[in-house]
């Protein structure tokens, strides 16, 4: 039999998240309400991103976007067999900014600025725990580097020793001390290494970044890095906002919650577990079991994460284990990421791919669309007036961002920030839900065959509202359904199969 209650409070900790928002700062710009949500524009040029925040995520609502790593790195031109593959930007041979991938540095400067201007601000994915692989080679900027040696900035003492790889997960030393994936591993402990770090991550805090991911984090143990970031947020007129990759499962002896204290207790980790339990219900669930998501599941406290359907690695298969859904499930991934954009927990991260494959290393490995000679070639080349997005052949970009459903959810969950907590819940026990937060929005999303029609309780003031998944609200106009509330909180709403539909009163009929 359906179910349909009301929920006063599925409260999942609303008042310690607000106290450690990330997007706080970005509230005075284009729109009334906060920014709660940002994205990766994985291996886009800095011209692209500055684009983009301009003509397209600065509009939405994202609070930021998260970057390339932008510093000078290895140069690949086959891995895997692989023609110039994604991971040699995890591959840093200097701090320099003026050449990587993505661009130069003036162009980076002028992509911060341009991204800043229109309230969208750039985290930096800063991988900081190594240097790069193999025993020699040459850099993006034409430099040459060898095993340990590399010029002006390290050498065999900056590394730790005796080397040994990584390959024992329950000893913390063997993680924190050995070679990733014969990765060259600093030694943070130094005073030298934690200098040159963080006067790499001042300075991208100077030139205007907002934050910062670190990559491999669960490889720094907790009293290193958290020297680092002290070091860098005593350097900087405004803190910069941190997120951690650390990837904890059981029995493994790094866990995230060793990090929570860093930074004052300001940081966030990345929540590898959250995309994994998803995938479970989009995948091959009921998504009627989701009325009780959140820490309750195994989740770190909401406030603590960031949360993601998938990212670059869980793409791929890297980065631990578990299964995760990708833009190759078509409408379920779209499901997935208006849940996940929708549901009150964490700070939501949402993926932007180039297209690739899933067979082989080969596949996984490949890079992303370029020019001969490997240069990227980016969405918005050639002067263009939109960008070449939703590709899914290979050379083509995917662009999840901008698919409809997961860009306007982006504006839901701004205008629905004030009411952290889930009410008036329905499912019809397999894979219908719908439910509100409170009198600030309602969304309905539906994983069978037939379409779901029907009259639904909702907390909602009366009023005509913008179905933002069938269409956009524009200048107080829609270009999709339009839905009524009457008084009693009521209102018929049409989620296609395997589609959604959602109301909120940022998107509220003049």
């Known amino acids: 039999m359906p179910r349909s209650f009301a929920r006063a409070a599925v409260a999942l900790g609303v008042a310690s998240l607000l106290g450690a928002a990330p997007w706080a700062a970005s509230t005075a710009h284009a729109q009334a309400s906060a920014r709660t949500a940002f994205v990766h524009l994985f291996e886009w040029k800095w011209t692209d991103v500055a684009k983009e925040c301009e003509t397209y995520l600065g509009p939405k609502g994202f609070a930021g976007v998260q970057v390339s790593p932008p510093n000078e790195h290895n140069w690949v031109t086959s891995g895997n067999g692989a023609p110039y593959p994604w991971w040699m930007r995890y591959q840093p041979v200097s701090y320099n900014l003026d050449r990587s991938?993505?661009?130069?540095?003036?162009?980076?400067?002028?992509?911060?600025?341009?991204?800043?201007?229109?309230?969208?601000?750039?985290?930096?994915?800063?991988?900081?725990?190594?240097?790069?692989?193999?025993?020699?080679?040459?850099?993006?900027?034409g430099r040459s580097w060898s095993y340990h040696h590399y010029p002006g900035l390290y050498s065999g003492y900056d590394f730790h020793s005796p080397v040994c790889a990584v390959n024992n997960y329950s000893n913390a030393d063997n993680v924190q001390l050995c070679e990733l994936s014969g990765l060259q591993d600093l030694h943070t402990g130094t005073p030298y290494v934690r200098g040159k770090i963080a006067d790499y991550l001042v300075g991208l805090a100077n030139m205007g970044v907002k934050g910062f991911r670190v990559d491999a984090a669960k490889h720094i143990s907790p009293g290193d890095l958290g020297a680092i970031i002290d070091n860098v947020n005593?350097?900087?007129?405004?803190?910069?906002?941190?997120?951690l990759e650390v990837i904890g499962a059981p029995g493994e002896a790094v866990q995230p919650e060793q990090y929570f204290g860093l930074g004052g207790g300001q940081v966030n980790v990345t929540e590898f577990n959250y995309g994994k339990q998803l995938y479970g219900k989009f995948a091959n669930g009921r998504l009627a079991d989701l009325e009780t998501f959140g820490p309750t599941w195994g989740l770190m406290p909401s406030h603590?994460?960031?949360?993601?359907?998938?990212n670059h690695d869980k793409q791929r298969g890297h980065g631990g284990g578990g299964s995760y859904l990708t833009y190759h499930a078509g409408s379920t991934y779209n499901l997935a990421n208006v849940f996940m954009l929708a549901w009150p927990y964490g700070y939501p991260s949402v993926m932007s791919s180039y297209a690739f494959n899933r067979a082989s290393e080969y596949d996984t490995s490949f890079g992303p669309p370029h020019h001969s000679g490997g240069a990227t070639k980016g969405p918005w080349d050639g002067n263009v007036s939109s960008p070449a997005c939703f590709n899914q052949q290979i050379g083509g970009w995917v662009c999840e961002h901008r698919w409809r459903p997961i860009g306007n959810?982006?504006?839901?969950?701004n205008a629905t920030l004030g009411t952290w907590a889930v009410t008036d819940w329905w499912d019809n026990d397999h894979n219908q839900i719908a439910f509100g937060r409170g009198d600030k929005g309602f969304v309905v999303i539906n994983k069978e065959g037939a379409a779901l029609t029907r009259n639904f309780k909702t907390s909602l003031p009366a009023g005509r509202y913008c179905d933002v998944i069938s269409g956009d609200y524009l200048n107080g106009s829609c270009t999709g359904q339009v839905v009524t509330v009457d008084a009693g909180g009521y209102a018929t709403l049409t989620a296609p199969p395997y589609g959604a539909a959602a109301i909120h009163v940022g998107a509220r009929m003049r």
């Open 101 to 141: 991938r993505s661009g130069t540095r003036a162009e980076f400067q002028d992509m911060v600025n341009r991204c800043n201007a229109v309230g969208v601000g750039i985290y930096v994915d800063a991988v900081i725990n190594h240097m790069s692989g193999g025993s020699s080679g040459t850099s993006s900027a």
């Open 234 to 243: 005593s350097r900087v007129a405004t803190r910069p906002y941190w997120f």
């Open 304 to 310: 603590k994460a960031v949360a993601f359907v998938d």
């Open 409 to 413: 959810m982006v504006g839901f969950r």
